[in-house]
Nanobody, 115 residues
Framework: QVQLVESGGGLVQPGGSLRLSCAASGSIVGIYVMGWYRQAPGKQRELVAS????????YADSVKGRFTISRDNAKNTAWSLQMNSLKPEDTAVYYC????????WGQGTQVTVSA
């Protein structure tokens, strides 16, 4: 069983930056993709960014050029999402994920972008 713990959410003004971190523990052998999803009120959960063991990344069109996903260690047990030039429409609960839609999820961390 895998446990994921997020940190780093909060309130930021438009144009600001935040860094989200995720730490994984448990049995993660053989899992090849890590990522971040978000869910805004009244909307479906959507993929924000993903990173494979091979280093391939994928980003939602709405965050390309502003967000960067990265691995924090070689064991794939920690990864981050650097969010720059934040916009009000980035406001959502952000979830870290390991293993895709059918994989493991963190508890979520609130990101609010507001003046």
């Amino acid at each position: 069983q895998v446990q994921l713990v997020e940190s780093g959410g909060g309130l930021v003004q438009p144009g600001g930056s935040l860094r989200l971190s995720c730490a994984a523990s448990g049995s993660i052998v053989g899992i090849y993709v890590m990522g971040w999803y978000r869910q805004a009120p009244g909307k479906q959960r959507e993929l924000v960014a993903s990173l494979t063991n091979a280093g391939s990344t994928n980003y939602a069109d709405s965050v390309k050029g502003r967000f960067t996903i990265s691995r924090d260690n070689a064991k794939n047990t920690a990864w981050s999402l650097q969010m720059n030039s934040l916009k009000p429409e980035d406001t959502a609960v952000y979830y870290c994920n390991l293993g895709g839609i059918s994989g493991s999820w963190g508890q979520g961390t609130q990101v609010t972008v507001s003046a």
